[in-house]
C-alpha cells in the first residue's frame, strides 16, 4: 500500500492550525499511525489506528480518517513542534510509511 | 517502560554482512501481544521498513519484498533479543537503523536509539 502524504513541507505561526493529510493507494480501514521526528532523534508515535492518541502525547494533536483518506492535525503550534511528520500502514505487509512533511516555524 | 538498546558495528565492507542486534527491557521477545521490527531511514530522510518476527505460539517471519533472500531477522529468547542480519551489502544499503517493538493496538510504539550503518571499502 502506498502512502502519499501533502504537504512535503510547510511553514506557519507559532498558534496555527496546522493539517497533514496521508492518502493511501487502498482502503486500509483505520490501520494509520503517524509519527513525529525531530532531527537526530527517532520516530515518535503520536497517533495509532487513526485517531487515539498515544500515551503521554499532547492534546493539541489529532488524528482522523478512514479508509484512503487521513488527517493529522496540530492545533495550536508550539515552538517543540518543529519536526518531521510521517503516517505509516499497518493493514499489511510490507509496512510502509509516508514520505513525511518537515514542519518549520514562519 | 520497553526499552530498545541496539548493537553492531557502523562501517561494512560492500558484498560483506550487516549484522545489529536490539536487546529488549521492559518486555519479552515472545510476547503474544507485540511485533519486533526492523526500520531504516535512508540519506534522504525516507522511512523503509525492513521485515519483523512475531511470537503467536510460534516463530513467524515477514520481510519487505525487495530484501527476500538477503534479509533474516532471528529473535533469541536466551538473551529476550532480536537480531537483524543483511547479506551482500552495497552502498545504497547505507541508512540508519533502528529495531522498534509494534504492539497489537498499532503503531511503532518503541524505537531504539538508531545506528548508523555506512557501507564502504
Known amino acids: 500500500t502506498q502512502l502519499t502524504q501533502s504537504p512535503s513541507s510547510l511553514s506557519a505561526s507559532i498558534g496555527d492550525r496546522v493539517s497533514i493529510t496521508c492518502r493511501a493507494s487502498?482502503?486500509?480501514?483505520?490501520?494509520l499511525n503517524w509519527y513525529q521526528q525531530r532531527p537526530g532523534e527517532a520516530p515518535k508515535l503520536l497517533i495509532h489506528?487513526?485517531?487515539s492518541l498515544q500515551s503521554g502525547v499532547p492534546s493539541r494533536f489529532s488524528g482522523g480518517g478512514s479508509g484512503t483518506d487521513f488527517t493529522l492535525t496540530i492545533n495550536s503550534l508550539q515552538p517543540e513542534d518543529v519536526a518531521t511528520y510521517s503516517c505509516?500502514?499497518?493493514?499489511?505487509?510490507?509496512?510502509?510509511f509516508g514520505g513525511g512533511t518537515k514542519v518549520e516555524i514562519k | 517502560q520497553v526499552h530498545l538498546q541496539q548493537s553492531g558495528p557502523g562501517l561494512v565492507k560492500p558484498s560483506q554482512t550487516l549484522s545489529l542486534t536490539c536487546a529488549i527491557s521492559g518486555d519479552s521477545v515472545s510476547s503474544d501481544s507485540a511485533a519486533w521490527n526492523w526500520v531504516r531511514q535512508t540519506p534522504s530522510g525516507g522511512l523503509e521498513w525492513l521485515g519483523r518476527?512475531?511470537?503467536?505460539?510460534?516463530?513467524?517471519?515477514d520481510y519487505t519484498f525487495s530484501m527476500k533472500g538477503r534479509i533474516t531477522i532471528s529473535p533469541d529468547t536466551s538473551k529476550n533479543q532480536f537480531s537483524l542480519q543483511l547479506n551482500s551489502v552495497a552502498p545504497e544499503d547505507t541508512a540508519i537503523y533502528y529495531c522498534t517493538r509494534m504492539h497489537t493496538t498499532g503503531g511503532h510504539d518503541s524505537w531504539g536509539q538508531g545506528t548508523l550503518v555506512i557501507v564502504s571499502s
Open positions: 489506528t487513526a485517531s
Open positions: 518476527t512475531v511470537y503467536r505460539s510460534k516463530w513467524y517471519y
Open positions: 505509516q500502514q499497518s493493514y499489511g505487509t510490507p509496512l510502509t
Open positions: 487502498q482502503n486500509i480501514g483505520k490501520s
